[in-house]
């Protein structure tokens, strides 16, 4: 295979890009300066090199604890759980939660081989039984709202999170519905994700 078939086949490895979107994204390059090329590498090394796991909440981030943990006006009584740490960028840009956060890594799916230890959810049972924040200095957690996808994968492994945290925090709500069924919470829109929030219910 030549280089440009190689850079074809990463780009083709992307969601949502296919063979010919990989190609044109591979020509699209080679048109532009040598420069720009080298820019996109040097981000692709600096995002490998600097962006990991926050080791509190398991988001993405080039600073442990991130910087929504080492919040202190922030609420640490209340965990948000979400699939993904993209999941947490929709939810911001909502305004409406101004507590924790908490990244479970996926969900629950038997056919694609993801099981309850390929998700971090003794992480979370960990964290609500010690306590909140960084450092579990800012009081116990009083509630851990689920904002798993609604679809059939996030609903179960909603009700696998709360039978693993039961006994161990006062309430377990979920958030609302609003957001369709299927559709993942990156993609919705800011006013849904703050009405599913506002009338979250307890499970």
Known sequence: MSVIDDLAAEFAKLP?????TALRLTYHLLKQSPEQSRQLAGALEALVARVRRCSVCNNLTEQDPCALCADPRRDHTVLCVVEDASDIGAIERAGEFRGLYHVL????SPLDGVGPEDLAVQSLVDR?????GAGGSEGAIREVILATNPSMEGEATALYVQRQLAGHVPTVSRIARGIPVGGDLEYA???????????????
């Open 16 to 20: 949502g890009i296919g063979r010919k």
């Open 105 to 108: 890594g996926g969900r629950l």
């Open 128 to 132: 609500v039984s010690k306590g909140a």
């Open 189 to 203: 829109d800011g006013v849904t994700i703050a009405q599913a929030i506002s009338a979250r219910r307890e499970m």
